[in-house]
């Protein structure tokens, strides 16, 4: 295949929307009329799940085809090796130019990974400030730990924090289409564009929470007391420092109608991008997803960081020619994605196979075999894994008991079937799985030996002249609109699309 016959690829990211809110596309109480549409042409993964419920490895798996350990980016602070290929990288060595618009957490000095144009600042900082420490088990580390501040402070605001990022995002993704559109460079493209809504605080412009007033979605949910909950449970209520606010029934009503009214937003933003490609008649693939779920006070729990179904699904739609759109039920994992846009680009799948865990979604889902997930972050003492295989879903910690559900009887996850009679002989299959994948004492060694390492590098940088990894946008103004050493017809020629209308 010849670069010219490469399709485009457009790649819609969000941050911590939860894949139970798409159950075959968007729900139908959710006002999101672009991602309808979207859903329509696509093919659509009812059970997508993330690598990590968390966003740098999460997104870091899902921009490598990696799983976290081997990646090694356990958390929110662990730097992202230079050396690992990503979709950008494959892409960008098949012949095609790069960008991102948006968030993708990468932490280090290399703030690229692949892209060859990046057009935004990250949301989220770049060092190792973050890191967690597995030597001081239950410590929570207040100025950077999730709290139910976001909870109680639910509501309405015009302007905020994320609102900023993620305008600007929207602005800087429908300006590089446009550039695209004008044809200056003949290469196929790769545009990636992350946006960090709906990701907590729970804060929402007026016109979108006004969407979802009084509907029956914001009743609170059943939770499970504090002494009913598994042990890792537990710990992120403890992370989370519970009880040092107390989140009322309107409290969490408010926080979920601002959760909805911000996947309308994201619409709002994807629908711009999406009219500019169709209008400078741009073809692309288009692929959708985010890098987590959200509890939203389902089991008493919010945010992520645990394998239930709230936290560990993911949208996934892919709308590509050769893909016929319609719903699929096996499970699927965001490590997938790589191998797949890489195959609709042509690259051979045996170039790609040594770099990834995922496999190809390009020629269908079946018998693929479980889907891994791993955690080692804020919140657990040593590394979570879990495995879902067709209905069933298997968590383990050295720390914990064993979980097993079957979530085609027991979709809320409430009856744990691990000590079940009935279920021994699935759980010693799960656990055999688990354990031909993992060595988890090993793996408890290795974060502990990042995190260990990290805290002597971070103190240490903060020292002195603190050099910052964050990533600076380049926008070089002698380049841009009319300037004396451009001839002001060819300008004007060269800019326009589309010609002669």
Known sequence: MVVSERPNILILMVDQLSGVLFPDGPADFLKVPNLRRLAERSTRYQNAYTASPLCAPGRAAFMAGQLPRRTRVYDNAAEFASDIPTYAHHLRRAGYQTALSGKM????????????ERLTTDIY???????????????????WYHNLGSVTGAGVAEITNQYEYDDE???????????????ADERPWCLTVSFTHPHDPFVARRKYWDLYEGIPELDP???????????HAQRLMDACDYTALEATDEDIRRSRQAYFA???YVDDKIGEILDVLERTRQEAIIVFLSDHGEM??????????????????VPLMIAAPSMAPGLVEEPVSTIDVLPTVTELAGISVTEITPWTDGKSLAQGAADRGPVAMEYAAEGSITPLVGLVDGAWKYIACPADPEMLFNLADDPQERHNLAADPAAAGQLEKMRALAAERWDLAAYDREVRDSQARRWIAYEALRKGNYQSWDFQPVMNASERYMRNHMDLNILEESKRFPRGE
């Open 221 to 231: 949910p059943a939770p499970i007391a504090y002494a009913d909950q598994d042990p």
């Open 125 to 143: 900082p770049a060092d190792f400030g973050w890191t967690p420490d597995y030597r001081k088990p239950g410590e929570r580390i207040d100025w």
């Open 105 to 116: 957490h990468f932490v280090g000095p290399d703030q690229l990974h692949g892209f060859e």
């Open 262 to 264: 911000n996947i309308s």
């Open 296 to 313: 939203l006070g389902e089991r008493g729990l919010w945010f992520k960081m645990n394998f239930f179904e709230q936290s560990a699904r």
């Open 169 to 183: 995002v929207a602005y800087n993704a429908c300006r590089k289409l446009y550039d695209l559109s004008r044809g």
